[in-house]
């Protein structure tokens, strides 16, 4: 799982951009969020999540005023993207899963914060799975990684552009392939093909619809010198053939979800 502290330098004050971190746990691998996550505070409601766009600002964290020393805490919201703003920047790709939302972290901004700061918790929560509710006031509260928050609307996001295409991409997923090559997706001329441990291991025809991957005719074949297909291609292949819902980020960043199950992969 990505580290949810905040890494700190000792340069002070000033900001520099680090590059993208590794995909949490919960961008690559089935789960059902986070056990041990606080219940939502008294009434607020968690339903279905439906993608959410604006600025949102920090009211409360673990039941108590945030800490003021860092400027305004907010959490930003696009189609496809999100970013939360404490003592450091930082920025992810997230895609809806049900009642929840699954986060691939990108760069964030190093700067010297002390430990009590927001970022570690407002991190801990948006990458945990978080469980989501509502009130009747239109504040938003999140829960997991051992905190929970409530945000209040508070304007419109910024740089909120339409999402990329996924057609006429080559993506490298995080995911291991039988013979330690890397794992692409291609989808390309309304066909989508797979390289997992040969080329074109999984391949069908694309239906475009966006936001959704929506496959036909599909094919899975053993690699040669191999008897049958993988485990690894076989429980991609039940991702790929549920129409799995997709977000492609400004920066070529993939984020594929069947359920409770996502899978995330990088632009080549």
Known sequence: MLPLA????????????TPPAAPVAAATTATTGDAAAPALPAGFAR????????????VSLDDAAPPDDFGESSVRFTQTTLS???CNHHEGLYIATGDSLAVLRGPS????????????????????????GRDGDGRIAIAGGGHRAILVPDGPARDSFPAPAIE??????????????????????????????????ISGRVDGQAGTLVLRDVE???????????????RLLRVLSADPAYVVGPNGDLLLAAGETVV?????
Request: proline share 9%.
């Open 264 to 268: 995330a992969g990088r632009a080549r």
């Open 6 to 17: 905040v890494l700190l330098s000792a340069c002070g004050d000033r900001a520099e951009d």
């Open 47 to 58: 339903g279905t999540f439906a993608g959410i766009e604006g600025r949102f600002r920090l």
């Open 168 to 201: 006429g991409r080559e993506f490298a997923l995080m995911l291991s392939s039988p013979d330690g090559s890397p794992v692409l997706l291609r989808v390309a001329e309304g066909r989508l093909s797979v390289d997992i441990g040969c080329p074109d291991a």
């Open 109 to 132: 901004t190093l700067v010297n914060c002390p430990p009590d700061g927001p970022d570690n918790a407002l991190s801990a929560i948006l990458t945990a799975r978080p469980a989501i």
């Open 84 to 86: 939360w703003d404490g």
């Open 220 to 234: 899975s074949r053993a690699c040669p010198g191999t008897a049958a297909p993988s485990e690894a291609q076989r």
